[in-house]
């Protein structure tokens, strides 16, 4: 990705040792590199770097005043004819007086040294500043430190609304001479760039571009031959649209390795023109491990919700993901050319030892201007196509649709982030079998599309919580808030196990490195306390069992390398439902106090206890529509140009069948597939019964595709085809009882137990460890404290 194979080293470098200077400058201070500096030539050639390499976060280490509004330090205040007025903050004022007549009596040496400007968090309260200062405002002080520092490759500038990026760029020809730029980003800068700017010469050499939240259009940056160089575009919140988006991806192509569209107007229509233009060609699945995951097997077929058809083809141990050797890490392949090497490294599948690649500015910053050593050259060519994506914020994604990505993606996406889709895709009518106004959002029986098989370079993934708690988000109008939490992780979530009783687990990927769940409410009644505290059991087991197996191979002369599981868990809550006063009130509940009618309200008024006691009922409060009408000769059309053929519809013995013949085309192939209607028995579960309502009855018959491991163990047969739109939708019950007073007054915090919970398990580890020291072991990791020792983060 960032980096690449520089060239080789000379006789004196590989026979000579590494300077301790340069083993020690990392560990050192910052405030200590000033007097380092002072020492000799071979100490400032080694810690000047360090000093002068950001200028302003230097200036900020070195105790400049911020003087940002939202800081508690104050601006500068001067008398002006007997008044006080506000001047510009300390560090626009240190700024100006630094750029303007400081930085040129600095040598052209040290002046060298500086590499980034990085402005994020630096003079944001610039408004002041350039009201006062036409003449040196801050594009002004900018520009001219720029050309004072001959080495600038990386400029960070969000937040600046005032910042001229153009003029500041480049845009005249008294600039010609400015350094190249590799990382570039004007998040928020709130101006719209002009078509032009894209066709600077400073910028054609960008790896890092970030545009986000900025308004204007997109379309030039859609322009042929220009950025090059460009590896990592960011577009956040920019309206972008699917059209939009099929134009730069038709113009990138497989250059980019990271897109991020977050908050956008991207939908499932553009998941597979991602495959066909921007996912690398090669394919990284293999069978060499199949004994151990499983592996994924072709079927003829496909459909637009998933593509073309794929399956699991299980092993006798890979179901249960209690392989001995699932730990390890993959075998280094080898190239009959050293030279192949890089190249080939690009288009096959990661050992999943290596550390996880990141794409923000910071690791841009590192891994590009902190390399001298290699040409620009060497850093265009680390590319083979897309591997990080970033989708969080589009509602037109589905969760079906970011099962078709992984799907499309041949296993190349290393680092993926959606926090939250709905559960089933726009094109899914089931407003005659929902609850009126009701929406399900997560990623419930999407666990499979993770396993190794399907995504082997997986190794970073932000997801909607419901991956691993099986509890979607409810959205439905006429209930609270608390109401809603309560119905998901009750009613609901029983459904969904029903329909999907496998979640995401550590050891079905042990590839995996970082996972951040998202959308987590605060309030819980039990289920979502206890899967959170079990899946952080599962961890401390999993690194339990790590340990272990390093202890066994490492008795061996030459053992197996390991792989680290998951090593970063993120938590990430919404806001406390109980700090907004209505949260216990319906919709309607709330309007009536906020805009009251004729009649006044009551606390102890019988409106209170009727409303409470409402219930949606798809079939009493929500007019059904017409049934689609059956097709002539025995067949329906199920939406796509597929036909099915339902002899059920007909025969008479429908009642017991549990297979229709679906005949589709896929590229312009002909296909037949048997799909499951689901069982006939009067005894099978509520969710079941209702998919094969669904099917028969109501017609829903989109989506098909094989069925899944999920759903397989909730009954389907293997090797046989489902509805899925069907089968997802089965999991919303047709009616919505808002619970009890009583049920909701026993919703606790999230937060407060998984505090008590890690509190009580570090407790017993530290019990644990004291022992073992005593005894000369090594504590134990996993049971019986069950305490997790990976990087666990909380975000409220």
């Known amino acids: 990705m960032w980096r690449e194979h520089g060239p080789l080293p000379s006789y004196q470098e590989a026979t000579s040792g590494p300077d301790w200077i340069q083993l020690v400058a990392p560990y050192c201070d910052f405030e200590d590199c000033r007097a380092l500096c002072l020492v000799s030539r071979r100490f ?27 800081c508690l330090l104050v601006p500068l205040v001067r008398r002006v004819q007997g008044c006080e007025i506000f001047t510009q903050p300390l560090d626009l004022a240190w700024w100006r007086c630094f750029a303007f007549d400081r930085l040129d009596k600095v040598s052209h040496l040290t002046r060298a040294q500086v590499r980034v ?90 790896v890092y571009l970030d545009l986000s939240d900025n308004p204007g259009s997109l379309l030039p940056l859609a322009q042929p031959g220009l950025l090059p160089s460009l590896r990592v575009l960011k577009i956040k919140g920019r309206e972008l649209d699917d059209c939009t ?45 199949s ?31 209690s392989h001995p050797e699932r730990f390890f890490v993959d075998s280094p392949a080898y190239t009959a050319r050293a030279d192949a090497t890089a190249q080939a490294s690009r288009g096959r599948r990661s050992d999943g030892g290596a550390p996880v690649v990141k794409d923000d500015a910071g690791a841009a910053i590192s891994a590009l201007v902190d390399l001298e050593n290699l040409e620009l050259g060497q850093r265009r060519q680390n590319c083979a196509g897309l591997t990080h994506l970033h989708l969080s914020g589009n509602n037109g994604i589905s969760s079906t649709g970011i099962q078709k990505l992984l799907y499309v993606s041949q296993g190349h996406i290393e680092g993926l982030s959606c926090d939250s889709a709905p559960i089933l895709p726009r094109s899914a009518d089931v407003s005659k079998v929902w609850p009126p106004n009701a929406s399900l959002s997560g990623f419930i029986g999407a666990a499979h599309c993770f396993r ?33 939490l309560l119905i998901a992780e009750t009613t609901i979530r029983e459904r969904a196990e029903g329909a999907y009783p496998q979640t995401l687990v550590p050891d079905m990927n042990p590839r995996l490195s970082s996972l951040t769940l998202t959308c987590l409410p605060r309030r819980s009644s039990g289920p979502l306390i206890s899967r959170l505290i079990q899946f952080l059991k599962l961890l401390s087991l999993q690194e339990r069992a790590i340990q272990d197996l390093s202890s066994f191979t490492a ?242």
């Open 44 to 70: 400032w050639n080694t810690f000047a770097p360090l000093l002068w390499r950001d200028l302003l976060r230097a200036a900020r280490l070195s105790g400049l005043d911020p003087g940002d509004g939202e």
């Open 117 to 206: 400007l990085d402005a994020r968090h630096f003079a944001k309260t610039a408004y002041s500043f350039s009201s006062l200062q036409t003449d040196r405002t801050l594009t002004e002080t900018l520009r001219r430190a720029v050309r004072l520092l001959p080495n600038v490759h990386a400029m960070l500038l969000d937040g600046h609304a005032d910042v001229n990026v153009p003029l500041l760029m480049g845009h005249d020809s008294a600039d010609s001479g400015l350094s190249s730029l590799w990382v570039l980003s004007v998040a928020g800068c709130s101006r719209q760039l002009p078509k032009s700017f894209f066709t600077l010469p400073r910028i054609q050499t960008l």
């Open 245 to 289: 988006l099929h134009q730069l991806m038709r113009r990138f192509g497989r250059q980019l390795w990271s897109l991020d569209v977050t908050n956008n107007n991207v939908t499932d229509e553009a998941i597979q023109h991602l495959g066909d233009r921007c996912f690398p060609d090669s394919q990284v699945r293999s069978s060499a491990r």
């Open 291 to 321: 004994e151990i995951e499983g592996r994924i097997v072709t079927q003829p077929g496909g459909s637009s919700h998933y593509g073309r058809f794929l399956h699991f083809e299980e092993s006798l141990l890979s179901p249960t993901f």
């Open 452 to 484: 190794p098989a399907l995504s082997c370079n997986l190794r970073a993934l932000r997801l909607h919580h419901s991956v691993v708690t099986n509890i979607p988000t409810l959205d439905a109008q006429g209930l609270s808030k608390m109401e809603r």
């Open 555 to 796: 008795s061996t002369r030459r053992g197996p390398t390991l792989l680290k599981g998951l090593r970063h868990l993120r938590l990430e809550f919404e806001p406390d439902c109980m700090d907004d006063g209505l949260s216990t009130l319906t919709d309607w509940e709330a309007e009536e106090l906020i805009e009251p009618g004729e009649g006044m309200f009551s606390f102890f008024g019988q409106e209170w206890a009727a409303a409470g006691r409402r219930v949606l009922d798809t079939q009493a409060s929500l007019p059904r529509r017409p049934r689609l009408r059956a097709p002539k000769s025995g067949e329906a059309d199920d939406g796509n140009g597929a036909v099915v053929e339902d002899h059920q519809l007909v025969a008479a013995d429908r009642d017991t069948a549990e297979f229709l013949t679906h005949h589709g085309n896929w590229n312009g192939a002909p296909f037949v597939a048997d799909v499951w209607t689901g069982p006939s028995s009067a005894d099978a579960s509520a969710v079941l019964k209702d998919y094969r309502r669904m099917v028969l009855e109501d017609n829903i018959r989109d989506g098909i595709a094989p069925a899944t491991p999920a759903q397989i163990q909730a009954g389907a047969p293997r090797k046989s085809f489902i509805y899925n739109v069907a089968w997802s939708a089965a999991v919303m019950p047709g009616e919505l009882k808002p619970p009890s007073r009583a049920e909701l007054a026993g919703m606790r915090d999230v937060v407060d137990a998984l505090k008590t919970y890690r509190l009580q398990g570090r407790a017993r580890y530290a019990q644990q460890k004291r022992q073992s020291q005593m005894s000369g072991n090594r504590a134990p990791l996993g049971a019986p404290h069950y305490f997790w020792t990976g990087r666990l983060q909380v975000s409220t």
